[in-house]
């Protein structure tokens, strides 16, 4: 069974910086797709950038320019560095990940179990 553990959230003033990280616990997986979401209070679940192996991004529009999805496969890691953060910002934010696991042959999606970001006015 993989697992995802996520950390890195934390309060921070409007224009200031967090970075996130997301790591796949074990070594009997490989992370394929990785990615960011976030819920807000009383609001859906939005995808906010994701990462393909080979390191191709997607970013919602809100956050381009200000956000960066990275990784790092040796350790199965994905980050995301939050700059210039806003008030809107704020809201819990999950990493989701496509594990490969390397013994089973089997491709299956986990979620991480949230951080909270707040941006304060």
């Known amino acids: 069974q993989g697992q995802l553990v996520e950390s890195g959230g934390g309060m921070v003033q409007t224009g200031g910086s967090l970075t996130l990280s997301c790591a796949a616990s074990?070594?009997?997986?490989?992370?394929?797709?990785g990615a960011w979401y976030r819920q807000a209070p009383g609001k859906q679940r939005e995808l906010v950038a994701s990462?393909?192996?080979?390191?191709?991004?997607n970013y919602v529009d809100s956050v381009k320019g200000r956000f960066t999805i990275s990784r790092d496969n040796a350790k199965n890691t994905v980050y995301l560095r939050m700059n210039s953060l806003k008030p809107e910002d704020t809201a819990v934010y999950y990493c989701?990940?496509?594990?490969?696991?390397?013994?089973?042959?089997?491709?299956?999606?986990?979620w991480g179990q949230g951080t909270q970001v707040t941006v304060s006015s």
């Open positions: 989701n990940a496509d594990l490969y696991g390397l013994y089973t042959g089997r491709l299956a999606n986990y």
């Open positions: 074990g070594s009997r997986f490989r992370m394929n797709i």
């Open positions: 990462i393909e192996t080979g390191g191709g991004t």
